[in-house]
T-cell receptor
Framework: ETGVTQSPTHLIKTRGQQVTLRCSSQSGHNTVSWYQQALGQGPQFIFQ???????GRGNFPPRFSGLQFPNYSSELNVNALELDDSALYLC??????????????FGNGTRLTVT | GESVGLHLPTLSVQEGDNSIINCAYS??????FIWYKQESGKGPQFIID?????DKRQGQRVTVLLNKTVKHLSLQIAATQPGDSAVYFC????????????FGKGTRLSVIA
């Protein structure tokens, strides 16, 4: 069974730039969620995708957007990067939608640094 | 609003002793709870979960207790080992449907050999 994989592992961008982070879901999982984890904090929910559509969103501005593909892989896009966007970005997949109480399985994240 | 908090930000335990990590949650309607372990440079790793219709669940060396009356969750680790050193997060699944999990800030567990 293949776990959740994310790429790249580390990334450095300049303020104002755009970034795309990628995630491959765990085999058999059809729901993907993205979380932002600032240093010393717990993960904060960004959004969730199911059947290629966003079906839940946390308190993040529209410059955070995403996609889910037919093979359940996903992208997180962030436009107009700000210094506060520096964080670990975590992708998680689950077998069913969150409301059905299926645990999330996380990748090891992408460490984004905005300078 | 919905929030998950932890009573102790750091916990130091002697190797071989039992560890207890506590968590308070604020949404009394949350129906599902998970404990995660996060090691340095890695993503959160699922440890154990519990549904709101249970008050105790046991795994391998770990036990989760749920007290809905006081909205309290705890993780007990038996015979703590150096490999247990990590940050532990509790997370709750609020009933709003489309927010998978709400995490707290975490507790750092340090095992003293």
């Amino acid at each position: 069974e293949t776990g959740v994989t994310q790429s790249p592992t580390h990334l450095i961008k300049t303020r104002g730039q755009q970034v795309t982070l990628r995630c491959s879901s765990q085999s058999g999982h059809n729901t993907v969620s993205w979380y932002q984890q600032a240093l010393g904090q717990g993960p904060q929910f960004i959004f969730q995708y199911y059947r290629e559509e966003e079906n839940g969103r946390g308190n993040f501005p529209p410059r955070f957007s995403g996609l889910q593909f037919p093979n359940y892989s996903s992208e997180l896009n962030v436009n107009a990067l700000e210094l506060d966007d520096s964080a670990l970005y975590l992708c998680a997949s689950s077998a069913l939608r969150g409301i059905l109480n299926s645990p999330l399985h996380f990748g090891n994240g992408t460490r984004l640094t905005v300078t | 609003g919905e929030s998950v908090g932890l009573h102790l930000p750091t916990l130091s335990v002697q190797e071989g002793d039992n560890s207890i990590i506590n968590c308070a949650y604020s949404n009394s309607a949350s129906d599902y709870f998970i404990w995660y372990k996060q090691e340095s440079g890695k993503g959160p790793q699922f440890i154990i979960d519990i549904r709101s219709n249970m008050d105790k669940r046991q795994g391998q060396r770990v036990t989760v207790l749920l007290n809905k009356t006081v909205k309290h969750l705890s993780l007990q680790i038996a015979a703590t080992q150096p490999g247990d050193s990590a940050v532990y997060f509790c997370a709750e699944n609020p009933p709003s449907g489309n927010t998978p999990l709400v995490f707290g800030k975490g507790t750092r567990l340090s095992v003293i050999a």
